[in-house]
Each structure stands twice: as C-alpha cells, then as structure tokens.
C-alpha cells in the first residue's frame, strides 16, 4: 500500500475518534438539562456501540489482504536493521579512534526524564555518527550506576579519561570527545532534535507507523534498556508471582508532586472509564467477555486500596511495594529505582495504555510499547497531552480543509495548506494550536488538520 493509502485509513481511525470526542462531550453538556438528561442517557450507549463498530470495521480493514501481515514484516526489517546499526555504532573497531559523546545520566530529574535525556544523547550521537560513552557514576537512583539494572551500552567503548569539549547544538562538529549539555540548553537547536525522524528510514517508517518518531524512540530504549542478567531474572520473577498475563490494560495515575506544578489531578474513575471502553470494544470484536485485567502503576498509594474498592469487577496487577516506595518523599533509591524500571516495563507489555501523556513515565511506556506492534500508535489514551519529547523542535500540523473561525468560541481560521504549530488536544473534538499564515492562537476542530512529520 501507499503512503497516501495507509495515511487516509488512519486518518478516518482518529476522525472516527474524534468525531466521538464532540458528540460525547456537546451531550454531556445537554445531559444538566433536567428535561433531556434522562434521554440522552438512553441515546449515549447506542451513539458508542455504532462508533465501536465503526473502529472494529475499520481495524478488521487494516489487517485485511495481507496489510498486516505486510506490516509486521517492514517493522520486524526496520528493526533488525537499526538494532544492527546501533550496535555496530556503539562497537565500532577502533574505539580509541572513534569521535565519541559523553553522556551524564544523573539529570536532576525522575527516571522517564533521565532516561529521555539519554535518550536525546543517543539520537546526537546517531546523527554525528558517534559512539555514545554514558557517565553514570554518583546516579541519583543507584551508586551502581546504569549497569545495576541495564546491559553496558558498549562492550568495547566503555569508560574515557577526558572530560571533552561542551557542545553547543553544531550538527558539523569535529571536537573528538564533546560532552552533551542538558537538551534545554542547547538554543541552536539540529534539525535532527525530536521528533525528526532519519530520512532514510522516512519512507518505510511513515507507511507502516501512525507515529514515526515514537517508534523510533521505543527502538533506541530498546538498545539501551536491554536488562542485565541478574535483572532480567528479577523480571521474571516479578511477573510469575504477580501473574501479569495478557490482554490487559496498563494505568499509570501519577499524582504526588506533579499535580499543579506540570499536570492537573484526574479522578481514578477517568482512567477507569477508558479501561472500561477497551474491554468494552474487545467483547464485542471477539463476541465473548474477556476477564478485565488491569496493570495499575502509581506514585499515590491511596490509589491502590481505591481501585479494589470501588472496582470489584476488575483484576488488578499491582505491585504494592511499587506504589509505596514512589508515595515516600525521597524517591531516589535503588527500591524506587526497581519499581519504576518494573512498573514502566509491565505497563509497556500491555495491550493498550491508560495515562497522562505529561509524565515521562507513560511516554516512556508507550514508547516501549511500539517495539510490540507494527503500529501500536493508537494503543493509548492520554487524559492530557498529546505525544512531545521535551525540547523538542516545534511540531506543526496541515490544514486539509478551509474552518470559517466562530471567534466568540476562540476558535481561528484554517485555509487548506496552512500550517498550524501544534500545541494540544481538548479531546472534545478540538485542538489548540497557532496558524503560522496569520499568526492567530486559537481552537479548531481537530479532524481539519492532518500530522506532518519531519526527517532528516
Ligand atoms: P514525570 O515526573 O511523571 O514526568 O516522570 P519522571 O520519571 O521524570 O519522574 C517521576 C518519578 O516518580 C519516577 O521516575 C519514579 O521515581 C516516581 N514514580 C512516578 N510514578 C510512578 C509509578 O507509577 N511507579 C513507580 N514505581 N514510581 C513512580
């Protein structure tokens, strides 16, 4: 199939969402209406199940004549491939000779957030064509380092002795050792920043992926999170003992420190009304009643005794010890360290993702979840952002249709070709965003716009 094709049928699966998303929220607003309440009540369901059969129809499409298995085979080469390329980069023959980047994991930030930051590193180094040296000594998680938990990042080029040249963001320099600041201080900002995908791999990528950029990323964490020995079997215990099996739904709920500083507080219930419409679409697909099992993470250990109260009807997987340990007001410990590694891996082995797309734990998580799929790009439900990678380079969407702006409602013009930079998703059939023809910041339904994506 062709990019064009391929694009059209995903783009009917999130207009389909979308459209949902409207009428959802516009009967919501009716429903306070005494008189009305009680039949739109009676209408909701009905309007789910035609949008549900809708989505099952269409899935059922794009894994039909051969497609999927077309799929499975492109993302299963393009893997192979990139995993060979990244090995050979992090061994290369001569590791004295090599340029290389130096990478300091101890980001005086949570784990999601170091390790996107190695994450940016290994994407500098790819692009530079350098073999990528992580400084892990005095980690904030654990005095043992990365390698506590992860498999060294090369078995050749290991450890430097220099300190190297800081860089600036010069994608031409020569330095044979420079030192990666933080992302958010580099202000000349490469064109092969996130979400750039490589240009070589454009093509392929964009044909069987609804999100290039985020499979991509669950490509580079799966070269750098690959366990360790002692690790992998801790792994396995874990899930043996807690008997994670599939289909499941993973729940990240991330509160404590979060709320109100970069995310606002959401009700276990919203969460759990996704899960919920998952099952629901997965009965109906496969005409049977599937046990709902549901991987919760969280750092609120109130969370934990909510769930088996209010939703009998569920069969959690939760690790206690987890949430417990995140809940303590010093989460850097090697405990806390084992949690997060655990719970991000659990919640990335799950059919579908529930979460806020704000926290770098369920970016992280999603991101690892595309290494399952061919495209596993609409196997979530954000409750707040869309999908970004801190410090990213603005990302834009295309006008596909003209919108005559209703301004008292906030919302802006589109003209078909305009390109409009992103900045939200109200999930109630809008988006938020700035026309970069006419400059106006405003709202503007969703389904006018389609994504671009940028390589390089
Ligand atoms: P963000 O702050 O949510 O964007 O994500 P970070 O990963 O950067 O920082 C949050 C940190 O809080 C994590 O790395 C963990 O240490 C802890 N944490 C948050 N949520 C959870 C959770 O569900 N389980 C565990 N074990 N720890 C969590």
């Known amino acids: 199939?062709?990019?064009?094709?391929?694009?059209?049928?995903?783009?009917?699966?999130?207009?389909?969402?979308?459209?949902?998303?409207?009428?959802?929220?516009?009967?919501?607003?009716?429903?306070?209406?005494?008189?009305?309440?009680?039949?739109?009540?009676?209408?909701?369901?009905?309007?789910?199940?035609?949008?549900?059969?809708?989505?099952?129809?269409?899935?059922n499409l794009s894994n039909s004549d051969n497609l999927g298995e077309w799929r499975r085979m492109e993302s299963e080469f393009l893997a192979l491939e990139l995993q060979k390329e990244f090995y050979q980069l992090q061994n290369p023959s001569d590791c004295d000779r090599q340029k290389k980047v130096i990478c300091d994991l101890n980001k005086s930030c949570g784990f999601g957030c170091q390790m996107h930051h190695v994450m940016y590193c290994f994407i500098t180094s790819y692009f530079l064509n350098r073999t990528l040296i992580l400084d892990s000594a005095g980690w904030r998680y654990n005095?043992?380092?990365?390698?506590?938990?992860?498999r060294p990042l090369s078995e050749k080029c290991i450890k430097i002795n220099e300190y190297g040249v800081e860089w600036n963001g010069n994608q031409y320099e020569t330095a044979d050792v420079i030192?990666?600041?933080?992302?958010?201080?580099?202000?000349?900002?490469?064109?092969?920043?996130?979400?750039?995908?490589?240009?070589?791999?454009?093509?392929?990528?964009?044909?069987?992926?609804?999100?290039?950029?985020?499979?991509?990323a669950g490509q580079i964490l799966s070269y750098l999170m690959r366990f360790n020995q002692k690790f992998s079997k801790i792994v396995e215990d874990r899930q043996k003992k807690s008997g994670f099996l599939r289909p499941c739904v993973g729940v990240h709920v991330r509160r404590t420190d979060k709320i109100g500083t970069e995310a606002s507080f959401h009700d276990l219930n919203e969460y759990m009304n996704h899960v919920k419409k998952f099952f629901d679409l997965r009965d109906l697909e496969k005409s049977k009643k599937h046990l709902r099992r549901v991987y919760l993470a969280t750092d609120d250990f109130s969370v934990i005794k909510e769930a088996k109260e209010k939703y009998p009807n569920y069969n959690f997987i939760m690790d206690e010890l987890n949430a417990q340990t995140a809940s303590l007001n010093n989460r850097y410990s090697p405990e806390s360290a084992q949690g997060i590694i655990l719970d991000i891996y659990f919640l990335s082995q799950c059919d579908f993702l529930v979460c806020t797309l704000?926290?770098?734990?369920?970016?992280?998580?999603?991101e690892i979840q595309q290494t399952r799929y061919p495209d596993g790009s609409w196997r979530f439900k954000s409750l707040?952002?869309?999908?970004?990678?801190?410090?990213?380079?603005?990302?834009?969407?295309?006008?596909?249709?003209?919108?005559?702006?209703?301004?008292?409602?906030?919302e802006i013009e589109l003209r078909k070709g305009d390109l409009v930079e992103i900045a939200g998703n109200h999930w109630d059939g809008y988006s938020k965003g700035k026309n970069l023809r006419t400059l106006k910041d405003g709202i503007f339904p969703s389904y006018k716009v389609k994504k671009t994506i940028d390589s390089f």
């Not at 969402?17 to 009540?41: A, E, Q, R, W």
């Not at 064109?191 to 290039?212: A, C, V």
Request: net charge neutral.
């Open 143 to 150: 005095s043992d380092g990365f390698e506590a938990y992860f």
């Open 1 to 59: 199939p062709s990019e064009k094709f391929e694009g059209l049928r995903r783009k009917i699966f999130d207009d389909i969402k979308d459209l949902s998303y409207f009428v959802k929220n516009n009967l919501l607003k009716l429903k306070n209406d005494s008189l009305l309440g009680k039949k739109i009540s009676l209408i909701e369901p009905n309007f789910q199940d035609r949008i549900d059969f809708l989505l099952i129809q269409l899935g």
């Open 384 to 410: 707040d952002d869309i999908y970004y990678f801190g410090g990213q380079l603005r990302q834009n969407v295309i006008a596909v249709l003209d919108h005559i702006p209703n301004t008292d409602l906030g």
């Open 358 to 366: 704000s926290s770098q734990v369920c970016r992280i998580a999603y």
């Open 179 to 216: 030192r990666l600041p933080i992302i958010d201080m580099v202000t000349q900002k490469p064109e092969f920043f996130p979400l750039s995908i490589p240009k070589k791999y454009m093509d392929t990528l964009s044909r069987f992926h609804g999100d290039p950029f985020v499979w991509w």
